[in-house]
């Protein structure tokens, strides 16, 4: 096989007819059977991600998934979505009308007419026929396919209950005129021709309830991320040749410059060029307090203008922007599955045949001990029909549904469900310092004046002179004086003659004094204190420095804080020297420091703690960091930082506020937690309900409601991670 054999491409296929959690099984079997092929398939989003050999035709893959008795197609956004929801209730209503009279009828005696009997089973017909529909046609398909589904039990223990009862109605005294019977919620042995009308009804009608329920929670539960692909702009004020024009966003291209009134949303992702406001970047980041934009400001499409006009140059389109990116990493992350989900798609997978094994051993057995022929098909029927593993198809879908969703709305995106096992393993958290800890941004700190120099003169021929460099510590102390003059436009000194000194500094003639801007070994002076020294000379003289630094966060101590009450022990890795290092692990309450770090040394660091056996978190936000990122048992990226970076790691936080680090494996462990607790619940329903439906302690129309209600269970415990709340106070 050559290396062009071995790439492989992957492909989005939306899939319908799916009724179950075997139906999604067997889809995803079907499609890795293609030679090349890695399919998965997810109930929940009714969606198969396939990897397949690059050249591969999705109409193979199509006719593979049509073959096996179901539908498929490439998602296509502009086209009308099929309100599944609204047929669901359509049926829904209409299966209640005929089924309630019969359910009625067969519970309360008095309501037993001389008739009652026949008019139970035409209302029947109708249910078993119409009603139920939906479990006929796909046992059929299935059965044309040699498998079988959860809808194969339904259609044959709502077929067996019917036929029974038109056969007790037409060949025994149930369909004597004045035949009446109690309604009992297990089976009876009462050597009575049984009729089972209402176990048919009951039956269809609490499935297709339960199912109505499930389908609207689970749309519910993507509405997180349907709102990020909507919350943008839909149009653009680009200027033209000096006016503005509207155009659609689909038409903007880079480099285009657009209009943001206050109160508008931006149109994409850029950079401002002119004008000053404070931009709410909630919808995204779920930061609440507005960020201050000016000339030089990165903003992010989607997000909202407050107060002044904006003229932004577009650096990002289409499918390149963040709001896009971080809907597509959520919905990949929901169409995966996590790895304690596999075990339950194996089970479901053997579970209906197993079950259609213990149906006919119930039938057989309790006819070999003399137990009549209804009491043998009603508890057969009710095995058939407790026994639907439904819900264990359902318990990490849902979950994973709501639980990236409700990320998605606090700023974090889960990349994938494997994540949330990695975030329960973990001990210990490797900090990047530089734009994870620090604010990646260079200030001043202290200007110090040296003999009779006034402070105030220092820095303003300082920030004169380094007004002309391009350098980050320049820019910083040029803010830094333009910020402190009182009259920055008539007290700005005139300088002449700049000159950059290669690895030493700058130099110029300021209001005709000859000064030197530059490293302490270069100006005649010496290094002090850890931060970075910029030394000040005219004269012939130092005349004093200006101590620029990297400030530290101010919330980075207090997401220390929390992460610790995690049970995360954390660690400072950097670039920057011992003593640099030292003293901003200290202002954070950090003990274990590695300092003077390469990248290459950084990925070596990461595999050294995973040598000592401890289960390692990296959150970092450079290039520098990506290799790292991805070294680490979970990578956890600054999405302030860099596209490498979080392209690598597994987490991203929209935020460059590292407590929400701490928010987001709080969050994917509430997420894997829900996930245990729905597989649990699922696999004891199923323990525990099959020998009591075949010991005949329920009837079939009580079994019925209690399988829909399992589903109903599984998706409503998944939806109380939508309450889950950030630990952030509001406005901070």
């Known amino acids: 096989m050559t290396n062009t054999d071995l790439r492989r491409e992957s492909v989005e296929l939306d899939i319908t007819g799916m009724t179950c959690a075997s139906c999604a099984a067997r889809v995803e079997k079907k499609l890795n059977r293609v030679p090349g092929v890695t399919a998965s398939v997810n109930y929940a989003t009714e969606k198969a991600r396939v990897l397949a050999p690059v050249g591969t035709h999705v109409d193979d893959l199509v006719k593979v998934v049509e073959d096996a008795g179901y539908g498929a197609a490439l998602p296509t956004p502009d086209a009308p979505p099929v309100d599944r929801v609204a047929a669901l209730r359509s049926r829904v209503s209409w299966t209640g009308v005929y089924s309630i009279p019969v359910i009625a009828m067969a519970m309360i005696p008095a309501l037993q007419f001389p008739t009652w009997q026949w008019i139970s089973a035409i209302l029947a017909g109708v249910v078993w026929l119409w009603g139920a529909a939906p479990f006929h046609r796909s046992a059929w398909v299935n059965l044309r396919h040699g498998t079988t589904t959860m809808d194969t039990l339904i259609s044959l223990g709502t077929t067996a209950a019917m036929l029974w009862s038109v056969y007790a109605l037409l060949f025994t005294h149930a369909g004597t005129i004045g035949y009446t019977h109690a309604f009992e919620f297990t089976l009876m042995r009462s050597h009575e021709p049984g009729i089972y009308f209402e176990a048919v009804v009951g039956i269809v009608f609490f499935l297709l309830l339960g199912r109505y329920i499930e389908a609207r929670s689970r749309r519910q539960a993507g509405e997180a991320v349907r709102a990020l692909l909507t919350m943008g702009a839909t149009d653009a004020f680009v200027l033209r040749d000096g006016v503005e024009v509207s155009v659609p966003i689909a038409s903007l291209a880079v480099g285009d410059v657009f209009v943001v009134r206050p109160g508008e949303k931006v149109a994409t992702d850029g950079e401002v060029i002119e004008g000053h406001s404070a931009v709410d970047n909630s919808m995204l980041t779920g930061e609440s307090v507005p960020v201050d934009v000016s000339p030089g400001n990165p903003v992010t499409g989607a997000t909202l203008n407050t107060n002044g006009r904006l003229l932004v140059r577009a650096t990002r389109v289409g499918a390149d922007t963040q709001l896009s990116r971080m809907a597509r990493m959520v919905e990949e992350a929901q169409l995966g599955k996590a790895p304690v989900q596999r075990l339950a798609d194996r089970v479901s997978a053997i579970f209906v045949p197993t079950v259609l094994v213990l149906a006919v051993l119930t039938l057989v057995v309790w006819l070999a001990l003399g137990e009549d022929l209804p009491f043998a098909i009603a508890a057969a029927v009710s095995v058939l029909i407790i026994a639907c593993p439904c819900a264990l198809g359902l318990a990490t879908p849902t979950a994973l549904l709501v639980g990236t969703g409700r990320g998605a709305q606090l700023g974090i995106v889960i990349k994938g469900p494997e994540v949330l096992e990695n975030t329960r393993r973990i001990d210990t958290i490797v900090l990047d310092k530089t734009g994870t800890i620090t604010s990646g941004r260079m200030s001043v700190a202290e200007v110090v004046a040296l ?174 960091d990506a290799a790292a990122l991805a070294k680490a048992d979970l990578g956890i990226a ?85 309450t889950f709340r950030s630990s952030i106070p509001a406005g901070r």
């Open 451 to 624: 003999d009779d120099t006034d402070p105030a003169e220092l820095l303003r021929i300082a920030g004169a002179l380094e007004a002309h460099s391009e350098h980050p510590i320049a820019r910083a102390i040029a803010a830094h004086a333009e910020a402190s003059a009182a009259n920055p436009s008539s007290d700005a000194p005139v300088v002449t003659q700049f000159t950059n000194v290669p690895g030493r500094g700058v130099q110029a003639v300021v209001d005709g004094r000859e000064v030197h801007i530059g490293k302490p070994d270069w100006i005649g002076a010496e290094q002090t204190g850890t931060a970075t020294d910029v030394w000040v000379a005219w004269g012939g003289r130092p005349r004093g420095r200006i101590v620029v630094a990297d400030t530290i966060k101010p919330t980075s101590a207090e997401a220390i804080v929390q992460l610790r009450r995690l049970g995360l022990h954390p660690v400072l890795l950097t670039g920057d020297n011992q003593a640099v290092a030292t003293e901003v692990a200290g202002q954070v309450g950090i003990d274990e420091v590695v300092s003077d770090v390469l990248p290459d040394a950084k990925v070596a660091t990461i595999a050294a703690l995973q040598d000592q056996g401890r289960v390692v978190a990296m959150v970092g936000d450079g290039v520098n």
């Open 638 to 722: 600054m999405g302030t930082g860099t596209d490498a970076a979080i392209e690598a790691a597994d987490l991203t936080l929209m935020r460059g506020d590292l407590r929400v680090a701490a928010d987001a494996i709080r969050l994917s462990r509430a997420t894997l937690a829900t996930i245990k607790g729905n597989l649990f619940w699922a696999f004891g329903y199923n323990v525990a309900a099959i020998p009591l439906a075949a010991l005949g302690y329920l009837t079939p129309m009580i079994a019925g409601a209690a399988m829909a209600f399992s589903s109903v269970f599984v998706v409503l415990n998944s939806l109380r991670l939508r």
